[in-house]
């Protein structure tokens, strides 16, 4: 049965002895033992360093804040947090009559050794940050165990969730394990008494004289835990050991309850097992892990603004004590004694200089806390509708049943060298079995079983790591990485080419096809692989007869390998931009300015800014840019970057167009389109011939009514150029629409955007997403260290779930890689890292899945903000992700978005619906000076005089004007991407070879472009079409969806069709949502994508939807 709660009494005595004997431990080498300290026994050969010596109080002083900063950062990561409940306290080293506190009413996981107050035991705040308060129950507690006990360093409390329900049996916990012998005889101890918040000095002396002389850590009675320590550290992980110890004890005492007995740790066990471990060099050390991983995914965050070196106390009449900081630093590595050196990622020392004077004018007495205490508690109240939203769910504060993933996450601790060898293992792995199958079986006795089964189990394992080997070329800061996962891949893709190119192997594919391809007693996903893999090797050229024609194909094939590797490698690592004067930037937002690296002085560029070509500083200066010639020429550079492309583009569609020849197609288009729904490239270029002829008048009078806004700015309008277009459609959405872009994108902080779109998905789909950090990361990691499982510390971890109502099961893993680098894939995309499957034992493998994107950092002033095409774009691509992680096929290769490329983008673009839908905007939307203090305190410096602070979530008419303007200009957008989807059309079904390779892709593009989407470009101005070549970055006819791009127009009539159809009506319909992810997501690719609309439909999908959406009906 529970344990009962007992009597009311200051102290409880400690029970040593449980109901079960066990044989005591032996311990014959104690006294060898007990010749070495603690931290030498805990230490394997070299023994670990232990709490550092300073060489002044105010380097001490320092090092002590930092370390206390980054406690509370670490029982944040924890769920140690409950409002304004808890805090540590430090005795100042130099006077040690005081310590440091943290300020009442602020997150732990925001506070920074800054942020810290300096009080004394009479209550008065005499030095730090006096911005805030301190905690007055916190003081009175605090203030009266640094007086009892001289040898307390400091001291935390907080109601931490275990602690708090353990505390309500007032019970001291029982020696269970090795964790709780830390707290063994008098260092444990209980307070029973619980008279609400702590608001009397004598309550404060009756708990410091229940934790006795010698304790370190004590429960209070439906209240929580307190520990101390000779270091913040120690005090730390005294707690954090103490809060585990009631996890436990709960989970004991529940199994107790049901008749199995306990088990205690032999008291003297225990008590060798104290004094062997509770020293407190060695508690010090064990708390710096924890630390230092906070530390790094902070980057530096907790440390002071200004730095605390040295204190001096002076009493002045008028003003009471005054506090005087001042002084330079290096900061401490915790695992040198004496030694001075950086703690800070990259290890760069730095010194700087300040005089801060702090002046007291207030005090704290009984009543004055209590009324700062109450008013604290008065937050004003939002429209319960539309606060924000619920917070990313953390590994702490999710429900048991979804702290424990049942598959480790993928690991990301390649080298060059591994990336290389592990592709070769993998290559002969698979050779291996190709061979030993083809020795095994003869066309006879080939079947489903026999062939496809082995080789599919072989492509399920397989992709578990190559689709990971070849990321790293997208991710990697590493160059020498990026380049090892190029010749893996180009390794990899060689391979795929030989073995679909293996005749022995296709007699067998094809004898097991003849037999079986209408065998009902396979599965349709079996029948599906079947079919699929034997037109992969009739496509693979198989059709043609062995010798030089053949041999001509799959040279071909493998030459195209190497063209789009290094097509996107170029890409990638480009690093092209222009200086630029601040003049020449006029109208660019200043926190996009503030973002750009700025001219060394004494040189040409001294005074000018670098404008890369990367999507965050690129756009913001086509849009808000005022001066035309600065518009022109970022346009025109970027136009011409990667010219090393260009040959490489004109030779791949060359040779794919030799290719579809040499296996008897027309054109490389009517290949490509066979196995796609359109199935003809006919069906396609009527398509978009049609939908060419309705836009085409909508686009003039868009062009027209630019124009007019153009001459009401410049006077003149004869023109409307390309590099015109961006300014002006943002310029008209603001004057004509009263939409203001950096006003909106003030309402859509990225990390609280990522937050609420993970709240739709949850309630659409019937989903848990589990934020995992810090030591969450490190228990789910194969290796034990959390930083293992991301490839940089700037990416995001969520293990995602079913809800209770779809069975609670583990989902996948969700990757979050969102700002740009160099070496970085530059757009937005999702990435497979990991597939779903069943595995050869019949249990399920569950899928990883990234998110690539290149959102703008976030500035010391401000968060990372996005416009609302961000925000959309941004949906976009968690759609694929949430498409990737729910699919649950039987086979990788048709797993998530391993679809058709004509249907893939569907399931995407119904979702940005939910961008354009008021309640959700406005569910989405959190003005970020709401976000935190600090920020508040930004915005106000910021803020003209007398402008009150922005309501916290969108305005109704701030999201109307947002609505209003989802078509405006359509026309003009829509003809741009008809003009990607024909170009891509018109050179991939030439009439003959030769007409292909007379093809100058340049003219084409760019006459193109201005045929179709009617805007000027140079050759207005006299310099022909091959002014730019726009085609060496277009990455998509490159990656995949090469006579395939019509896909993101024609996916629309499906995307529509199905939101109009069933979602139109109410965006939050669970009950439709569920449907859609099992109907449409969760098949995947395992079934024909037609037959996937008309199960979610009941009938064939209509164009209706789309052509009333663009206002062409």
Request: glycine share 8%.
């Amino acid at each position: 049965m529970a344990p009962t709660a007992i009597s009311e009494s200051d102290v409880i005595p400690i029970p040593m002895n449980g109901p079960i004997h066990v044989q005591k431990a032996d311990h014959a080498n104690a006294k060898e033992i007990a010749k070495k300290t603690p931290l030498e026994l805990i230490s394997q050969g070299i023994s670990l360093p232990g709490i550092p010596k300073h060489p002044s109080f105010a380097i001490h002083r320092e090092w002590m804040l930092d370390h206390m900063a980054l406690a509370f950062r670490v029982f944040a990561r924890k769920g140690y947090t409950e409002g304004m409940s808890g805090h540590i306290s430090v005795r100042d080293p130099e006077h040690p009559h005081t310590f440091w506190t943290n300020p009442l009413g602020k997150h732990f996981g925001m506070l920074k050794a800054s942020d810290m107050i300096l009080v004394d035991y009479d209550g008065k705040a005499i030095g730090g940050n006096m911005s805030r308060p301190a905690n007055a129950a916190g003081f009175l507690i605090h203030s009266a165990v640094h007086k009892a006990r001289p040898d307390v360093i400091a001291a935390c409390h907080t109601h931490s969730p275990y602690g708090k329900a353990w505390s309500a049996f007032a019970r001291p916990l029982e020696m269970l394990n090795q964790d709780v012998t830390y707290f063994y005889g008098d260092a444990q101890a209980v307070y029973g008494e619980f008279g609400g918040v702590v608001f009397k000095e004598e309550e404060g002396r009756r708990l410091a004289n229940a934790l006795g002389e010698k304790g370190k850590g004590m429960i209070l009675r439906n209240h929580g835990l307190l520990t101390v320590g000779g270091t913040v550290d120690e005090a730390a992980y005294l707690f954090t050991l103490m809060e585990r110890s009631c996890e436990v004890q709960l989970a004991v005492e529940a199994a107790a309850a049901n008749g199995v007995p306990k088990v205690y740790v032999p008291e003297e066990a225990a008590r060798f097992t104290f004094e062997s471990a509770s020293d407190p060099e060695a508690l010090y050390c064990e708390f710096q892990p924890d630390l230092e991983y906070e530390e790094m995914m902070c980057d530096g965050a907790h440390k002071a603004s200004d730095s605390i070196l040295e204190v001096r106390l002076t009493y002045n009449v008028h003003v009471g004590w005054s506090l005087t900081l001042a002084g330079s630093i290096n900061r401490l590595r915790w695992g040198g004694t004496g030694q001075v050196s950086s703690r800070r990622r990259g290890l760069r020392s730095y010194v700087f200089y300040f005089l801060c004077v702090f002046t007291v004018v207030a005090s704290f007495t009984a009543l004055p806390r209590l009324r700062a205490f109450v008013s604290q508690l008065a937050f004003p109240k939002a429209p319960f509708s539309f606060t924000s939203q619920r917070p990313i769910t953390t590994s702490t504060m999710a429900a048991a049943k979804y702290q424990k993933p049942p598959q480790a996450p993928p690991l990301f601790t390649h080298t060059p060298d591994m990336l290389v060898k592990d592709t070769k293992r993998l290559i002969a792995d698979s050779k291996a079995l190709q061979d030993k199958t083809v020795a095994g079986v003869t066309p006879e006795s080939a079947d489903f079983k026999s062939v496809l089964l082995p080789f599919a189990h072989d492509d399920n394992k397989m992709s578990l790591e190559t689709h990971i080997i070849g990321f790293y070329q997208a991710v990697s800061t590493d160059a020498k990485l990026r380049d090892a996962s190029t010749e893996a891949e180009t390794l990899m893709d060689d391979f795929a080419i030989e073995s679909s190119m293996r005749e022995d192997i296709f007699k067998l594919v094809d004898a097991a096809f003849k037999k079986q391809h209408n065998d009902q007693g396979l599965d349709a996903e079996s029948r599906r692989l079947l079919e699929k893999d034997h037109k992969g090797y009739v496509r693979m050229g198989l059709g043609i007869p062995a010798g030089e024609k053949r041999d001509r194909f799959k040279a071909i094939k493998k030459r195209l390998s190497e063209l789009s590797i290094t097509f996107q490698k170029n890409l990638n690592e480009e690093q092209g931009g222009l200086w630029l004067t601040p003049e020449q930037l006029d109208g660019v937002p200043e926190d996009v300015l503030s973002g750009l690296k700025s001219g060394e002085k004494g040189t040409d560029n001294e005074g000018k800014l670098w404008l890369t070509f990367k999507y965050p500083d690129l756009v913001p200066v086509q849009k808000y840019c005022k001066i035309a010639e600065t518009r022109h020429k970022v346009f025109m550079a970027n136009e011409n970057k990667c010219n090393q492309n260009v040959e490489l583009f004109k030779e791949a569609i060359v040779l794919r167009d030799e290719a579809a020849r040499l296996l008897g197609y027309p054109d490389h288009a009517t290949f490509r389109i066979e196995d796609k729904m359109a199935k003809t490239p006919k069906t396609v270029d009527d398509f978009l011939g049609d939908l060419r002829e309705r836009l085409a008048p909508g686009g003039l009078r868009e062009i027209e009514k630019l124009k007019q806004l153009k001459k009401s700015e410049t006077g003149d309008a004869e023109r409307y150029f390309l590099w015109d277009h961006r300014y002006y459609d943002t310029l008209m959405l603001e004057r004509d629409y009263q939409l203001d872009q950096n006003r909106i994108a003030e309402y859509f902080p990225l990390q609280t955007s990522i937050a609420g779109m993970l709240n739709i998905f949850e309630e659409l789909f019937g989903l848990v997403f589990v934020k995992l950090e810090g030591t969450d990361r490190d228990a789910i990691s194969g290796t034990g260290k959390g930083e293992d499982i991301v490839w940089h510390p700037e990416v995001q971890v969520f293990s995602v779930w079913d809800d209770e109502a779809e069975g609670s099961g583990f989902v996948g893993y969700l990757y979050l890689d969102l700002h740009p680098r160099d070496g970085k894939y530059g757009h937005a995309a999702n990435f497979n890292l990991q597939p779903g499957f069943i595995t050869e034992n019949g249990t399920r493998r569950y899928p990883a899945t990234a998110l690539v994107c290149n959102f703008s950092k976030p500035t010391p002033k401000k968060p990372s903000l996005l416009k609302h095409d961000e925000v959309t774009t941004l949906f976009h691509e968690l759609g694929h992700g949430i498409h990737d992680l729910v699919s649950r096929t039987t086979y990788s290769r048709f797993h998530g978005t391993s679809t058709v490329r004509d249907f893939v983008e569907a399931p995407s673009q119904m979702l940005e619906n939910w961008c354009w839908t008021p309640s959700q905007i406005k569910a989405l939307s959190k003005h970020w000076s709401h976000l935190t203090p600090e920020y508040k305190a930004a915005w106000q410096a910021s803020a003209k005089d007398g402008q009150q602070q922005p309501p916290e979530v969108m305005p109704t008419d701030l999201i109307q004007s947002i609505v209003d303007t989802r078509h405006v200009n359509d026309a003009l957008f829509n003809l741009r991407q008809l003009h990607y989807g024909i170009f891509d059309m018109t050179i991939h079904e030439a009439a003959s070879h030769d007409e292909v390779k007379k093809l100058d892709t340049t003219v084409v593009y760019n006459s193109l472009r201005h045929e179709i989407s009617k805007l000027d470009g140079p050759e207005a101005l006299g310099a022909g079409d091959d002014w730019g070549h726009g085609q060496a970055t277009f990455g998509h006819l490159i990656g995949g969806y090469d006579a395939g791009y019509y896909g993101y127009l024609s996916s629309q009539v499906y995307s529509a069709d199905m939101f109009y159809s069933v979602f139109k009506k109410d965006p939050m319909n669970g009950t439709e949502g569920r449907r859609y992810r099992h109907t449409v997501l969760e098949r995947g690719g395992s079934q024909d994508e037609m037959q996937t609309l008309e199960d979610f439909l009941g009938r064939r999908p209509s164009t209706e939807a789309f052509y009333k959406e663009l206002g062409v009906a």
